[in-house]
């Protein structure tokens, strides 16, 4: 089948109308079309069975190569951070307020012409601390350059996730993608259900409150996985039937880990447009071996396995390892070395820093056509721009529920019925 390009005035056309206020304002002459993530959801729903990669620039040649391999593919893509790697305390160098800066500049040296959005990921409230703090800090992202966010208070109560959620969304844009978390991500049990995710979305929908995707604790963990049991795509499946009529796309988190068949399942079973790759990207970009999982291959040491003359340099490979073991971390700690270690990678000779950024896109592109399925969403997107005559896209639902019915009091009530074991503690930062 021919792959649909885009129209040379399609795409001056969306560059005019499709870019967020905020992008406009920052980025006035630049030819980088930084959109809503409601476009690349849009995208993937309209192309079906489609999820667009979410990836966190760890640092600045996974960006590089990301978006490479995304105009190879001429697919829609996501940059995004987390809250842990680019937040007030990160461990990367890249972080919520300068990765716009940086891929607007990457996407106009490159010429990249496919739609990006930039991504907030899991802005985590904990208490009623963090969501005061958040009132502050989320306008300061906005005013950065994000133009989608993950709003994370999914370890809560479910009347105290659904009443941040409420909180905070009048410091969101409403233009901007929106995301949500239910049963905090953090265990391979899959304790999500669908009581509490219908109670999530009916809630926000009685607010005037439509997300875009839904996170679910679905049997992922983040990071470097000891085990493969991975994804339950039933449990996935179902929670998305139910949630059909609130029109929502799921969000896949922790997808390192995961094989590329299990994730064909989570596209071909859920409503899934958007899944996160942060580990697997940061490994390649180093030079570290991966396996169909991402997950880090190990040697007969129990090492991770860097492969000589991919990634950065021997040297600063050993560099590396030595700064680790000084600071006696484990495998899973190794992601500390992106914030100590940006400014050494960027110092590296050019065909190095070319290489690493060339080694996330080959995994990025193999990904994107062959897993994900979100080649030539490009063009798709830009018609819903298009189609809009707007950068705002709006909802995809309107309000259902009654107003009357979910009150604060009504809504504290309600959760009281629901489950209250939230699970083990284990990492969902990331």
């Known amino acids: 089948m021919a792959r649909k390009k885009i129209k040379k005035a399609d795409f001056k056309k969306a560059l005019e109308i499709g870019r967020p206020p905020n992008i406009q304002k920052l980025f006035p002459n630049s030819r980088a079309l930084i959109v809503s993530g409601k476009v690349i959801d849009r995208a993937m729903r309209a192309k079906g069975k489609a999820m667009a990669m979410a990836a966190n620039g760890r640092n600045q040649l996974v960006i590089r190569g990301v978006l490479q391999a995304a105009q190879r593919a ?10 842990s790697e680019g ?3 990160a461990y990367c160098a890249v972080n919520y307020w300068n990765m716009a800066i940086l891929v607007d500049a990457i996407c106009n040296e490159l010429g990249i012409t496919v739609p990006v959005a930039i991504h907030a990921d899991h802005y985590g409230i904990k208490n009623d601390k963090d969501l005061d703090a958040a009132k502050i800090e989320i306008p300061t992202f906005f005013d950065a350059g994000m133009t989608s966010i993950a709003i994370d208070a999914s370890h809560l109560p479910d009347d105290k996730n659904l009443l941040a959620n409420i909180a905070i969304n009048p410091f969101i844009p409403k233009w901007a993608g929106l995301e949500t978390e239910v049963g905090e991500i953090k265990g391979d049990e899959g304790l999500s259900t669908v009581e509490e995710a219908l109670f999530l979305i009916q809630g926000l929908n009685a607010h005037d409150i439509f997300p875009d995707w839904i996170a679910l604790n679905n049997g ?10 991975g994804i339950q795509v039933p449990l996935t499946a179902n929670i998305h039937t139910a949630l059909e009529k609130y029109q929502i796309s799921g969000a896949q988190h922790g997808t390192s880990g995961n094989s590329s068949e299990r994730l064909r399942q989570i596209i071909s079973q859920t409503h899934t447009t958007k899944a996160n790759v942060a580990t697997a990207l940061q490994m390649i970009s180093w030079g570290v071996q991966v396996n169909d999982y991402g ?9 991770f396995s860097k492969v000589k003359e991919e990634g950065v340099t021997e040297e600063m490979w050993t560099e590396m390892v030595a700064h680790a073991q000084s600071k006696n971390w484990k495998k899973g700690d190794y992601k500390n070395l992106n914030l100590p270690f940006e400014n050494k990678l960027l110092a590296q000779p050019r065909e190095v820093r070319e290489r690493m950024a060339k080694g996330v896109e080959e995994f990025t592109y193999k990904m994107m056509t062959e897993v994900f399925y979100c080649q030539d969403t490009a063009p798709l997107a830009i018609e819903a721009i298009l189609k809009a005559g707007s950068y705002d896209l709006g909802s ?14 009504k809504i504290i009530e309600r959760a009281s019925h629901l489950g209250k074991d939230k699970g083990p503690a284990g990492k969902f930062d990331d």
């Open 220 to 229: 992922t963990t983040h990071g470097i996985e000891e085990k493969d049991s």
């Open 87 to 89: 937040g007030t305390k």
């Open 295 to 303: 997950n880090a291959i190990l040697d007969v040491d129990g090492n």
């Open 74 to 83: 001429n697919a829609a893509v996501i940059i995004e951070i987390a809250k």
């Open 396 to 409: 995809k639902v309107k309000r259902i529920e009654d107003p009357e019915e979910w009150t604060e009091t």
